[in-house]
T-cell receptor, first 110, second 115 residues
């Protein structure tokens, strides 16, 4: 059964700092997604990564996918308070059963 | 911009009662999903639905659960006899053709509280 793990689970960082969230998964997949969730809200799509080596950037966030290592990263550059949220990766193993990671709760301190 | 809509936003029910959660997926999407999230925890897959039948379901999706697309626009999740542990946020999602990006678009969720 597909397992998707993220680390860290909790991340508290100062504004202006850089950090990376890791998403590891246990089975072959070429499709990986990153979502953001604010407290009490729905899941907002951030990035869609569809092949090995894919890299996407939006503002201070950059996501990449290494399908051989079964690893995706979400890199935060010069964090700001507005990035405080929970970030989830999700993997599509091609069976209409997207599995979400454990989530990383990010808190950016002013 | 098209969006997935869910009703009700919050439902409180007594243990043992039946609950129906409703979703209207984005109109040209073909794949539909239900996920649930117990407060502050991970997002758990329940079921996927395509071409009027279940494609995949998880261990959570036992005989107490059922899904239906009764009229070509609504997509419903029924819980026949609710338990305390069914209390969670239930998210509906839809996706266009598999040959597309496969990105899931989520509704705002229905919070179910079982007393």
């Amino acid at each position: 059964e597909l397992k998707v793990e993220q680390n860290p689970l909790f991340l508290s960082m100062q504004e202006g700092k850089n950090y990376t969230i890791y998403c590891n998964y246990s089975t072959t997949s070429d499709r990986l997604y990153w979502y953001r969730q604010d407290p009490g809200k729905s899941l907002e799509s951030l990035f869609v990564l569809l092949s090995n080596g894919a890299v996407k950037q939006e503002g201070r966030l950059m996501a990449s996918l290494d399908t051989k290592a079964r690893l995706s990263t979400l890199h935060i550059t010069a964090a700001v308070h507005d990035l405080s949220a929970t970030y989830f990766c999700a993997v599509d193993p091609g069976t209409y059963k997207y599995i979400f990671g454990t989530g990383t709760r990010l808190k950016v301190l002013a | 911009e098209p969006e997935v809509t869910q009703t009700p936003s919050h439902q409180v029910t007594q243990m043992g009662q039946e609950v129906i959660l409703r979703c209207v997926p984005i109109s040209n999407h073909l794949y539909f999903y239900w996920y649930r999230q117990i407060l502050g925890q991970k997002v758990e897959f329940l079921v996927s639905f395509y071409n009027n039948e279940i494609s995949e379901k998880s261990e959570i999706f036992d005989d107490q659960f059922s899904v239906e697309r009764p009229d070509g626009s609504n997509f419903t999740l029924k819980i026949r006899s609710t338990k305390l542990e069914d209390s969670a946020m239930y998210f509906c999602a839809s996706s266009p053709l598999a040959t597309n990006t496969g990105e899931l678009f989520f509704g705002e969720g229905s919070r179910l509280t079982v007393l």
